[in-house]
């Protein structure tokens, strides 16, 4: 039996702010990670890959207002800075763009 990954621990090295904002970004971590491994079976964000990530801003952020896609691409190059990659996300991920 193996115990479930905790987002909270992996982020914990690189989050910073109050409390609310660190909580946001464990939650959309949470998200993000839950759709890829669904889609991927990639269960933990170690085994996630830039493109992995591209999939759910471009597919999952695609019809949310401006604002969320913000906030989601501020945890997205969070998890990327945790994984020490050199990726680069813009919020440019909805529709047209």
């Not at 039996?1 to 982020?11: A, G, Q, T, Y």
């Not at 939650?27 to 890829?36: D, S, V």
Request: charged share 25%; glycine share 4%; hydrophobic share 40%.
């Amino acid at each position: 039996m193996s115990k479930p990954f905790d987002m909270e621990l992996f982020l914990a090295g690189v989050l910073t702010g109050s409390h609310a904002t660190r909580k946001r970004h464990v939650l959309q971590a949470k998200t993000i990670q839950a759709k890829i491994a669904e889609r991927w079976q990639r269960e933990t964000p170690w085994c996630s890959q830039r493109k992995h990530l591209a999939w759910f801003l471009e597919h999952h952020m695609r019809l949310r207002s401006e604002a969320t896609r913000y906030y989601y691409v501020l945890t997205i190059r969070l998890l990327a800075r945790r994984l020490e990659a050199p990726w680069i996300f813009n919020l440019r991920a909805g529709p047209g763009r």
